[in-house]
């Protein structure tokens, strides 16, 4: 995994702000299980958890991002520590993001049972978890992904009718077929290839840069998924970029259905469309009142975000709650 991949900015993220709140960080590097002999690999563990004592508490990030057979062992020799809590923190599951991954979701099931308690992404997670074979457990609600930036960096644009959207274009078909009137404002390290497209291509920016560049363009970010497997997760999990176009003062545009819709619409942050056309003809009518209130009122909500509240809930939320019987 990349240093610059979302699933490791967020991990990092967790860290950072687990560190602020007193927690100790264990290293888990990526690591090819297979070379090593299990008793190899149990020195190897020893070697990683050494400042682990019996009566602790472990937050593992899932997946590690090595393979569901390492995060077992994993576990299983924290396990080994005298009445060690276990909470497992659950950024993705892989057998939900790739339709040739679901055959994995027993397993998987099986290493969420080892927990004490979970943070899930959404209640809709959790449930779909229990339907599934997973046994009633403890658990916490972490809601959205916080994005950590200095809102005074920010611009306070109140441009209307302008589209973001940050995300690859080899992933995402509707942005291979933009030809809508309204431009998109596409922020990716590939350009599409097709030239017909009424596309303005952003380029590539560090985290720092994206933000500022969004809060300079304005308008809407856009969140969006193809259908199918990707539509069936984001029901379940939470946006990363969701975050980050708040945090930037963004309002947002997101598709129905998606797991924290109703947060969205009861603080009044954007709106949801069942389709693109939907979403450009409401941009259309959208009128500068409106669309100030949408502005204000993410201007109230971006500081949960940028001071990292939503994570830090979470982390302190699930202590509180595994040290209860």
């Not at 809601?143 to 274009?169: C, Q, S």
């Not at 933009?178 to 990716?188: I, N």
């Not at 809407?220 to 199918?228: A, P, R």
């Amino acid at each position: 995994m990349t240093k610059s991949s979302v699933a490791q900015i967020a991990q990092n993220m967790t860290s950072q702000f687990g560190k602020q709140l007193g927690f100790n960080e264990i290293g888990i590097y990526n690591y090819p299980i297979s070379v090593d002999s299990p008793t190899e690999l149990s020195k190897r563990f020893d070697g990683m958890v050494a400042s682990v004592s019996n009566n602790d508490i472990v937050i593992y990030q899932a997946p590690s991002w090595n393979t569901i057979e390492f995060d077992h062992a994993f576990v299983d020799h924290l396990k080994r520590y005298s009445k060690l809590k276990l909470i497992i923190f659950i950024h993705d599951v892989t057998p939900l993001m790739f339709a040739g991954n679901r055959y994995l979701l027993p397993t998987f099931i099986d290493f969420y049972q080892k927990a004490d308690l979970l943070i899930v992404p959404s209640e809709q997670m959790y449930l779909f978890l229990r339907e599934n074979g997973l046994a009633e457990k403890k658990y916490v609600v972490q809601h959205m992904w916080d994005h950590p930036l200095d809102a005074n960096m920010l611009y306070d644009t109140t441009e209307i009718k302008r589209l973001n959207f940050a995300g690859d274009p080899t992933k995402f078909t509707f942005v291979q077929g933009w030809q809508h009137d309204t431009p998109l404002h596409l922020f990716a390290s590939k350009k599409p290839t097709a030239t017909d497209l009424n596309i303005i291509y952003e380029g590539w920016l560090n985290d720092a840069e994206l933000c500022i560049k969004l809060s300079k363009n304005g308008g809407f970010g856009l969140v969006w998924n193809d259908g199918g497997c990707t539509q069936e997760y984001t029901s379940k999990y939470i946006s990363y970029k969701l975050g980050t176009y708040l945090a930037a003062g963004l309002p947002v545009i997101i598709p129905r259905g998606i797991s924290n819709e109703e947060l969205i619409s009861k603080n009044k942050l954007g709106f949801a469309v069942d389709s693109i056309t939907e979403a450009l003809e409401k941009l259309e009518r959208l009128t500068q009142e409106e669309y100030l209130q949408y502005k204000n009122a993410v201007k109230e909500f971006a500081p949960l975000l940028q001071q990292g509240y939503f994570t830090k809930q979470a982390l302190v939320q699930a202590v509180f709650e595994v040290l209860q019987a």
